[in-house]
């Protein structure tokens, strides 16, 4: 089985930055794509970035120039900066990973960006 935990996130000022992580462990066999997904309170789960197991990303255009996902293949770990954070940015973000062929999700961390 892999768990996926993410960290990072808490409460910011507008205009402020936040790092969330995202470690995969477990019997690991491969990672593939990894992504991060938020849901903002009475909404759906949204794609919010993605990268490829060789370093493609690709971003929604609300978080497009303010956002970067990145990984550590060594580390089996997903990372999502985030800068010039907005209120609107306030949801809970999921990691998702393909690990042996396979979906997972971790259990969400909350990000609020408030004055």
């Known amino acids: 089985q892999v768990q996926l935990v993410e960290s990072g996130g808490g409460l910011v000022q507008p205009g402020g930055s936040l790092r969330l992580s995202c470690v995969a462990s477990?019997?690991?066999?491969?990672?593939?794509?990894m992504a991060w997904y938020r849901r903002i309170p009475g909404n759906e789960r949204e794609l919010v970035a993605g990268i490829t197991s060789g370093g493609r990303t690709n971003y929604a255009d609300s978080v497009e120039g303010r956002f970067t996902i990145s990984r550590d293949n060594a580390k089996n770990t997903g990372f999502l900066q985030m800068n010039s954070l907005k209120p609107e940015d306030t949801a809970v973000y999921y990691c998702n990973a393909v690990a042996n062929r396979s979906p997972y999700w971790g259990q969400g961390t909350q990000v609020t960006v408030s004055s």
């Open positions: 477990g019997r690991i066999f491969s990672i593939g794509d």
